[in-house]
Every structure is written in C-alpha cells, then in structure tokens.
C-alpha cells in the first residue's frame, strides 16, 4: 500500500497564498508522476490543477497557469503547491494523487489523499 498524506490548506484571504504538502509513504518502488486535483462545493466535479512528472515536466489548469507552482523532492516523495493570489473560486478540497510502483511486487499503484480543504475569502 501507498498512503499519501497532505497538509497546509486552510482558511486565507483573496489575494492571500497558501502552500500544500503531500507526503507519499509505503512499499515504494518509484513514483512517476504527481499531481494536485480538486473539488469545489456543491458536487463539482474534481478538476486537475498541476502534475509533475518524475523529471520535472508539469502541467497546469488554464485557471491557475501563472499563480500555482507544482514542485516535488524525490527523495522525499513528495509533492507541494505553491498557490499565490488565491481567489475566491479557487476555494475547494485538494486532492493529492501519486503513480508509481510499488516495491514489493512491481504492480503499479494510482493513490489519492484523503483531501485538504482550502477556503479563500472575498
């Protein structure tokens, strides 16, 4: 098992910055790629927000391209987002999802976070 552990979301301003953790723990052979999704309220479909791969290529949704900042320390399997001029749509759970590996059999593992809510207010 792989389990994917996120944290530093909360409560911040528009125009205000937040940065998200997510700490990937287990039988790990390798990650591939990384990524942050979210959920906004009112049963919103979950949307990509940033991957990044193993070698550093990242993508980025349309509506944070310029604002967010997809980063990872491969050492530490782990993956952050640095989210600066926050707006209020930007307001959801962030889900972290990790590809890779696992160490004990080689099978491959698609894992997700339990969520980290961010709320950004007007």
């Known amino acids: 098992q792989v389990q994917l552990v996120e944290s530093g979301g909360g409560l911040v301003q528009a125009g205000g910055s937040l940065r998200l953790s997510c700490a990937a723990s287990?039988?790990?052979?390798?990650?591939?790629?990384m990524g942050w999704y979210r959920q906004a309220p009112q049963g919103k479909q979950r949307e990509l927000v940033a991957?990044?791969?193993?070698?550093?290529?990242?993508n980025y949704a349309d509506s944070v391209k310029g604002r967010f900042t997809i980063s990872r320390d491969n050492a530490k399997n782990t993956v952050y987002l640095q989210m600066n001029s926050l707006k209020p749509e930007d307001t959801a759970d962030y889900y972290c999802n990790a590809q890779g590996y696992y160490s004990n059999n080689g099978y491959g593992f698609d894992s997700w976070g339990q969520g980290t809510q961010v709320t950004v207010s007007s």
């Open positions: 991957r990044i791969s193993s070698g550093g290529s990242t």
């Open positions: 287990g039988r790990i052979l390798r990650i591939n790629a």
